[in-house]
């Protein structure tokens, strides 16, 4: 983790996501949204979910990776996120899930962020989920476009 956290941008990163924490119940709730609506494939991995505890979850994973980041954390983060891996293929998470799941996340984003979102916004946050998920799959996913 250390050599791919490196190359990330973690002052952007922190930044960018200092001003959707005001927002994020509804940043959150925006991003599932537009993941079942681009996605709606996604949707049976949810069925039993109570989706505002996702949502929480969601915010949660965001800002432990912000947090491990600023902190050099990165051995730490990257046992949790292995372990969050794990947990996910037990959903029913499929290699293929990654990269609509990094889409509708940079949608989001660019949503939340209107003007203010740059090509370097996008990049730091495509290049910061493309590490997670390097992480969280054996086989990682292609990088998100």
Request: charged share 20%.
């Amino acid at each position: 983790m250390a050599k791919e956290c490196m190359s990330l941008k973690v002052d952007v990163l922190a930044e960018s996501f200092d001003l959707v924490v005001p927002q994020k119940e509804a940043f959150a709730e925006a991003f599932y949204n537009r993941l079942f609506f681009m996605y709606p494939q996604t949707t049976v991995l949810f069925t039993d979910t109570d989706m505002k505890k996702q949502q929480n979850l969601l915010v949660a994973a965001l800002a432990l990776v912000i947090s491990s980041l600023k902190n050099s954390n990165n051995d730490q983060l990257a046992s949790v996120l292995q372990s969050l891996g794990e947990r996910h293929e037990g959903y029913g998470v499929k290699s293929e899930h990654y990269p609509m799941v990094g889409d509708a996340l940079l949608k989001t984003f660019a949503d939340f962020f209107g003007d203010q979102w740059t090509t370097e916004l996008n990049d730091a946050w495509g290049d910061a989920y493309t590490a997670v998920v390097g992480l969280m799959r054996p086989n990682p996913a292609p990088p998100v476009a």
